[in-house]
Structure formats: C-alpha cells, structure tokens
C-alpha cells in the first residue's frame, strides 16, 4: 500500500483558502487518491476522490499533478466548523472503500 | 435515511473482560469493516465483512473477531482485554465491492 506524508498541523483563519498537500511517491497505477474530514469523537466522512488532473464538488477541490506523487486538498472560504484532521488516503479502485489505511492526518485549526 | 448505528457509544469494561460492539451499516450497504482508533492517531483497519465471512483483516491479534448477520449488521468481539485496547471502535459500510465509506460514530471503549 502507497504511504502517504502529509503536514501534522495547519493553522488558517476564518474565509481563508486552506490547501494540504499530501505526498505519496510510491502510488500504484491502479490507486486512487481520498480524502476524508473527521471531526473530535465522530467517524471520517468522505469528501472528495480523484485519479489525477483536478476534481471539484460542492465541498473542496482535489489537485493532482501529471506524476501523481502528491496531491493537494483545497477547501476554499474555510469556516470555524472546518476545523477538524483531514486524512490523506490512497488506494486501489474507484473508492477504495475495502481497506482504508489512515495515516496521521492534518490538523487544521480555523481561528476567527 | 439512518446512516450507520453502533452501540453503545462508550463503555468501560475491566482488564481481562470480553466485549462485544455492534453496528447497523447504512440501508443498502452489504459490507461492513471495522476500525479502531487510538487517542490522536488515525483510525486502523480491523477486518471486514462481506456475505457473513470475514473477506480482510488488518495486523490485529486472534483475540479481536467478528460477526456479521445475514441482515448485514455486525459485531465485533474482543477477548482478554487489554489496557491498550482502549480506544474508539469506529465501523464502517459500503456497497461492495469498492465504494465510498461510510462510518458510525463510533464506540467508545476504556479499559481499566
């Protein structure tokens, strides 16, 4: 399975742009590239999934460059309620929703 | 729609005890993997089922086993408690084979 390193730690204000970039320079061909949000004493939820180039919803954007060793999760106008660990995954197919391997996150913290 | 449902939400139980946690996946899920997670670090995966057999398992001891019923719910039983394996007991479901995951608030477990 592809390791990933991402930051322990971020640090934004409220309306800013927060971008995490997460490294993962052994990712297979076949992975898939997830990020999920957890908030303190609840479950990951899912936000946003993609194989390379950019994907956006109603959430975030993914980015992902043509060797697709990183990726960079960007969450635009981040409120108080963003705060949370945001975990980098990587995995094989669509979702990979088999077996999830968390890392240690990032901890963003939004301040007003 | 009910997302996924564990019980209980905590429980403390002593050193040496059996405990056993359950989960209702999300309506129409057929797949249910557990997590445990560690205060401060990432969730890791435990097993998962699929058609009521145990189809992956993570690097956890023969003292942590499961179950899953033919309406898809599941449980997970572990023997011998340990102080170490305090933590939340978080379940997991999709629709198989490899989709988005769903995850439960999770269990809390203190041993003492």
């Known amino acids: 399975l592809a390791k990933t390193t991402q930051p322990i730690s971020m640090d934004s204000y409220e309306g800013q742009e927060v971008n995490i970039t997460c490294s993962h320079n052994n990712i297979a061909t076949n992975d898939y590239i997830t990020w999920y949000q957890q908030f303190p004493s609840q479950g990951p939820r899912f936000i946003i999934q993609?194989?390379?180039t950019k994907v956006t919803n109603e959430v975030a954007s993914l980015f992902i460059p043509a060797d697709r060793k990183s990726s960079t999760l960007s969450l635009p106008r981040v409120s108080l309620s963003d705060t949370a660990v945001y975990y980098c995954?990587?995995?094989?197919?669509?979702?990979?929703?088999?077996?999830?391997?968390f890392g240690g996150g990032t901890r963003v913290l939004v301040k007003p | 729609d009910a997302g996924v449902t564990q019980s209980p939400t905590h429980l403390i139980k002593t050193r040496g005890q059996q405990v056993t946690l359950r989960c209702s996946p999300k309506?129409?899920?057929?797949?249910v993997s557990w997590y445990q997670q560690a205060l401060g670090q990432g969730p890791q995966f435990i097993f998962q089922?699929?058609?009521?057999?145990?189809?992956q398992r993570g690097n956890f001891p023969d003292r942590f086993s499961g179950h899953q019923f033919p309406n898809y719910s599941s449980e997970l039983n572990v023997n011998a408690l340990l102080l170490g394996d305090s933590a939340l007991y978080l379940c997991?479901?999709?629709?198989?084979?490899?989709?988005?995951?769903?995850f439960g608030q999770g269990t809390r477990l203190t041993v003492v």
């Open positions: 995954l990587v995995g094989e197919g669509p979702a990979a929703g088999n077996k999830l391997t």
């Open positions: 997991a479901s999709s629709p198989y084979p490899r989709t988005e995951a769903f």
């Open positions: 993609g194989y390379k």
């Open positions: 089922y699929y058609e009521e057999e145990e189809r």
């Open positions: 309506s129409g899920h057929d797949t």
